[in-house]
């Protein structure tokens, strides 16, 4: 069968397609939460999540509820890739270069900016006010699942572009929560956990590529931030910086090497059935091993964890916090609520005005302009999809508020806004698109 250049645009479109069933699940499993916490089966579901387990020894050990395990261990797994997501698209990616990485750049900061203050002049004073950092993210599984259901009509630029403005949108969330939602420091907690990080930054100038130990040091560099006082989930970025980025084999090796595998492999004696001989399965092997060599750890690590992040970890993680109590009745006082407006109308008015405004001023400054085959009707489309807060936007409202009728309504508001701004995003991309099919 004859080469395609298509094929190697694969990855690619594997990414998309995962990112929209990835969207699929994590609406499924917002949609049982919500049931689940409206129905008779509520005691036993808020019940389940404040099981205690505990991970140690009796005088040596960590003890906490399944909800702080999720959302402080399992949701390092997820700023794990958004760690790798980052270092790569700084490298190698639409962040590499100053020019391209300018658009994306300055749209993301006008859709952080804006939208926190916009939620600020609605809730000026605390505790409401601790929640400004709400409305500032953006959720890339629902946005791109979104352009992934409109296929053809956006065009390749402005999916790539959304894509840079939300991993740019995750480093400001990172950087806010490492600033802003973190508690007392402790100078032990934080020496130890230099520490580690040395080890993983040395392991790194070492050219040490075997997993197993950014692991190890992973997990003591995030027990040891837990105790810290600031946020555990940092540890998964810091670690997924430090991940080698070159490959064992560059280019001329991995052909040379595998040239060779094949050819030995061409005049080995086959044998019948399904099962190969000893000598042709280590030759297999032989060339696997180079294959993996030929990858970088980063690449392939991102690769192989995306699909565990977008199908395992984010759907647990709206399982656990997406289940809010409201009564139909308690709607209209909800929407009233000043915190629901704040992040509603940080979502789906501040989003796409900062995202609009910033990038026109960064094209005018002849800093960027738009992507190739993109306007600015698109961008505007693009700026309501990025109005899709959900799991970034619902991580820090855990950490924003105490009391849980402000997370509450907090909450209804990312519901709310997420699902008007996915679909009005929708709507006006499939419109101005028309001419494009």
């Known amino acids: 069968m004859p080469f395609k250049l298509s094929d190697l645009l694969q990855p690619f479109e594997d990414f998309f397609k995962r990112q929209a069933s990835g969207g699929l699940v994590l609406i499924g499993a917002t949609v049982l939460a919500l049931v689940l916490a409206n129905s008779p089966a509520a005691p036993y579901y808020h019940a389940f999540w404040e099981t205690k387990l505990t991970i140690g020894f009796d005088n040596f050990g960590l003890s906490h509820s399944l909800h702080h395990w999720i959302n402080d261990g399992l949701m390092a797994i997820f700023f794990f890739v958004v760690g790798l997501e980052l270092k790569r698209e700084l490298l190698a990616g639409e962040l590499a270069s100053p020019r391209k990485a300018a658009l994306p750049i300055a749209a993301a900061v006008g859709g952080m900016l804006v939208p926190a203050l916009i939620f600020l002049a609605i809730n000026p004073g605390p505790p409401e006010a601790d929640g400004w950092g709400i409305p500032m993210a953006t959720d890339i599984a629902f946005a791109l699942g979104v352009i992934a259901l409109l296929g053809k009509r956006v065009s390749r630029s402005m999916a790539i572009f959304l894509t840079a403005l939300a991993i740019a949108d995750d480093l400001g969330a990172v950087l806010v929560i490492a600033l802003f939602y973190s508690g007392p420091l402790s100078s032990t907690a ?10 993983l930054i040395i392991g790194n100038r070492l050219d040490i590529q075997h997993p197993n130990y950014y692991a190890l040091i992973g997990v003591a560099l995030w027990a040891a931030l837990l105790k810290s006082g600031i946020h555990a989930s940092i540890a998964g970025v810091l670690i997924g910086f430090t991940i080698p980025v070159r490959a064992r084999h560059g280019d001329e090796s991995f052909l040379n090497k595998s040239f060779q595998l094949l050819e030995r ?32 750890p980063l690449q392939r690590m991102e690769h192989e964890m995306n699909g565990w992040v977008i199908f395992g970890v984010m759907p647990i ?48 400054l002849k800093f960027c302009e738009l992507p190739r085959g993109g306007s600015w009707s698109e961008l505007a489309g693009i700026g309501i999809l990025a109005g899709i807060g959900f799991t970034m936007s619902m991580f820090i409202t855990n950490l924003a508020f105490i009391r849980p009728e402000l997370a509450t309504a907090a909450k209804f508001g990312i519901f709310t806004a997420s699902l008007i701004a996915g679909c009005l995003g929708y709507a006006l991309l499939y419109r101005i698109t028309a001419s494009k099919v």
């Open 317 to 364: 993680f709206a399982l656990a916090n997406a289940g809010i109590h409201l009564a139909p009745s308690e709607i209209p006082t909800a929407l009233a609520h000043p915190v629901t407006l704040g992040v509603m109308l940080g979502l789906l008015l501040g989003k796409p005005l900062g995202i609009l405004s910033f990038s026109w001023l960064a094209v005018r």
């Open 190 to 199: 934080l020496a130890l956990a230099a520490g580690f990080l040395a080890l």
């Open 265 to 296: 492999y061409k005049t080995m004696e086959r044998t019948e059935g399904p099962f190969h001989n000893e000598q042709r399965l280590g030759t297999l092997l032989a060339l696997e091993h180079v294959c993996h060599n030929a990858m970088s």
